[in-house]
C-alpha cells in the first residue's frame, strides 16, 4: 500500500484540474521541494475546519511558477489518481498518508453515453454564452466521457461540498448526469441574474413567479 504526503486544503482537486497553489509554510515548502525534486505527487484532501474527507486525488507539480527570496513557491499542479486514506502517518513535519488508489467501475459501452455527452457540452455552451466561469474550447478531452465529467464537477461555480461527492463517484454514467444537473442549475441562476439586471435597469417589478425562485440557498 503506497504512503504519499497528505496536503489537506479548504477545496477539493478532481483528475485532470489544473490548480495553482502559493505554497508558503515551512513544512509545506519542504514538501514540495521534496516531491519535485524526486517527481513524486502528493494527495490533496478537503478539510472543512472540523474533518478531513478520506476520499482525494494527487496532485503533481507541473511548473513553479515562481520562488520567493525566503522560500514560498507559486507552483501549478495537475490532479491525478483518486485515493481512499487508509491510515495517517505523523514521522516527518507534514503529514503522510498509506493510501488505496480507485477508478470508475466498469460500465456498458459508450454508445450508451453519447447522448449525456452531447447534453453536457451543449449546456457547457449555454453556460459559457451566459458568462459562466469556463471556456468551452479550453477543456481538455470535451468528447471525452470521463474527463468531460471532471471538467463538469471542476467548474468555479461548483461547492467543494459538489466537487468532493464527484470525487467519490465511481460511475461516469452517473458523474455525467449529475454533471448536466450541476449546469442546468448554473444556467437556471444565470437566466435569473439576468432578469433581474433588467428589472434594475427597468421599472423595478419583477415578472410573476420571478421571486420564487430566486432565493435557493446552499446546503
Known amino acids: 500500500m503506497p504512503t504519499i504526503p497528505i496536503f489537506p486544503l479548504g477545496l477539493v482537486l478532481l483528475p485532470g484540474m489544473a490548480l495553482p497553489l502559493h ?13 519535485t ?3 513524486k505527487s502528493f494527495g490533496i484532501v478537503l478539510f472543512d475546519g472540523k474533518a478531513i474527507q478520506t476520499a482525494g486525488c494527487t496532485a503533481r507539480v507541473i511548473e513553479v511558477l515562481h520562488r520567493y527570496d525566503d522560500g514560498r513557491m507559486d507552483i501549478l499542479t495537475r ?21 488505496a488508489y480507485f ?8 454508445e450508451e453515453l453519447a447522448p449525456l455527452i452531447e447534453t453536457g457540452v451543449s449546456r457547457l455552451r449555454s453556460l459559457a454564452a451566459m458568462g459562466g466561469a469556463v471556456d468551452v474550447e479550453e477543456v481538455p ?34 458523474r455525467l448526469r449529475a454533471g448536466v444537473a450541476v449546469l442546468e442549475r448554473l444556467i437556471e441562476r444565470a437566466q435569473l441574474t439576468r432578469q433581474i439586471q433588467t428589472i434594475i435597469g427597468g421599472n423595478g417589478r419583477p415578472p410573476k413567479g420571478l421571486l420564487g ?3 435557493e440557498p446552499e446546503e
Not at 505554497?23 to 516531491?35: G, H
Open 79 to 99: 490532479g491525478e489518481q483518486r485515493f481512499i486514506v487508509q491510515a495517517l502517518i505523523e514521522q516527518k513535519p507534514y503529514m503522510e498518508a498509506r493510501v
Open 37 to 39: 525534486a524526486e517527481d
Open 141 to 174: 478531452g470535451l468528447w471525452d466521457a470521463r474527463r468531460l465529467s471532471f471538467a463538469i464537477a471542476a467548474l468555479e461555480e461548483v461547492t467543494p461540498k459538489e466537487k468532493q461527492r464527484f470525487l467519490e463517484m465511481r460511475s461516469i454514467g452517473r
Open 103 to 110: 477508478d470508475d467501475d466498469p460500465e456498458a459501452g459508450g
Open 213 to 215: 425562485k430566486i432565493a
Open 23 to 35: 505554497i508558503f509554510e515551512e513544512r509545506y515548502k519542504l514538501m514540495v521541494s521534496e516531491c
